[in-house]
């Protein structure tokens, strides 16, 4: 009889043990189970925002190509040009570091998507493609892709039916591409712009289609391809800023922008793009 009530006063005990422990936790077993199922609130609010995981690491990581007057190099190594620039104070409005990568313009979602990059900050022409594959920034600046001959040859070719027996050199993945395509050129695809200007001057290549941005800071007298000219003019287009597609840092630099015109205007007066801005 002793050893049933030492039994029952065990099993009591337990019965009690686990009644307190739900008291005092507040909630039932089907709550307990729910809680189970669910991520920590601050991992969703991590991957829900861009711009938090932008901060939490410390820094804005920019793709971009080497594109006079927008992204390029100085003596000291250093990327400078209106893109750059104002990468760089956007960074510092967010209160993180810049850091600049190349990148394969031809990958440019892809290296979005994969978090190489925070985003694509480079004289990109907001084309129907880049706007369903990334959250772009309003169009900030007025641009053109641009026919690139020798300049002795230039008076050849002044439309683009003269064109159709050059062998043009283009960016693989850009603007200049889709114009090539579209007019029915012959193309060879190169890693960029100054690539593409480079294979002219060499004479591997018939002709160039560059940004009018890149043309006007680059080609004719006074630059570092005298011997070249620009001639048609075969479409009219607009730069924008690419970020991860439902990224919130795309409003955040409009809000930037809006805020930021008198620097604007400033650095696009440093590198002579200021009748390109978008007012």
């Given at each position: 009889?002793?050893?049933?009530?030492?039994?029952?006063?065990?099993?009591?005990?337990?019965?009690?043990?686990?009644?307190?422990?739900?008291?005092?936790?507040?909630k039932t077993d089907d709550e307990t189970k729910a809680d189970t199922t669910k991520a920590p609130a601050s991992d969703s609010s991590s991957e829900a925002s861009d711009m938090a995981y932008v901060k939490e690491k410390g820094k804005l990581v920019v793709g971009i190509t080497d594109f006079e007057p927008m992204d390029y190099q100085n003596e000291n190594k250093e990327w400078i040009g209106f893109d750059a620039d104002m990468a760089r104070a956007f960074a510092k409005s967010l209160g993180v570091d810049v850091e600049f990568v190349e990148i394969d313009?031809?990958?440019?979602?892809?290296?979005?998507?994969?978090?190489?990059?925070?985003?694509?900050?480079?004289?990109?022409?907001?084309?129907?493609?880049?706007?369903?594959?990334?959250a772009c920034s309003n169009a900030y600046c007025n641009n053109a892709q641009i026919v690139i001959v020798p300049k002795d040859?230039?008076?050849?070719?002044?439309?683009?039916?003269s064109c159709k027996e050059l062998n043009f050199a283009v960016e693989a993945g850009s603007a200049g591409k889709n114009e090539a395509e579209a007019n029915g050129f012959k193309y060879t695809e190169v890693k960029?712009?100054?690539?593409?200007?480079?294979?002219?001057?060499?004479?591997?290549?018939?002709?160039?289609?560059?940004?009018?941005?890149?043309?006007?800071?680059?080609?004719?007298?006074g630059t570092g391809y005298a011997q070249l000219a620009y001639t048609v003019k075969l479409n009219s287009e607009e730069y924008g800023v690419g970020f991860r597609q439902g990224s919130d840092l795309a409003a955040e630099l409009n809000e930037f922008f809006a805020a930021n015109t008198e620097l604007m205007n400033t650095t696009a007066e440093t590198y002579k793009v200021q009748a390109m801005l978008i007012k």
């Open positions: 009889m002793k050893k049933a009530i030492k039994v029952l006063s065990l099993i009591l005990a337990v019965v009690m043990t686990v009644l307190c422990f739900a008291s005092c936790s507040g313009w031809d990958n440019k979602v892809m290296e979005l998507k994969s978090k190489t990059i925070d985003c694509v900050w480079n004289g990109m022409t907001l084309t129907d493609e880049v706007k369903s594959s990334m040859k230039a008076d050849k070719y002044q439309t683009a039916e960029d712009q100054a690539t593409a200007l480079a294979e002219v001057a060499a004479g591997t290549c018939d002709a160039a289609i560059i940004d009018s941005l890149m043309a006007a800071a680059m080609v004719g007298e």
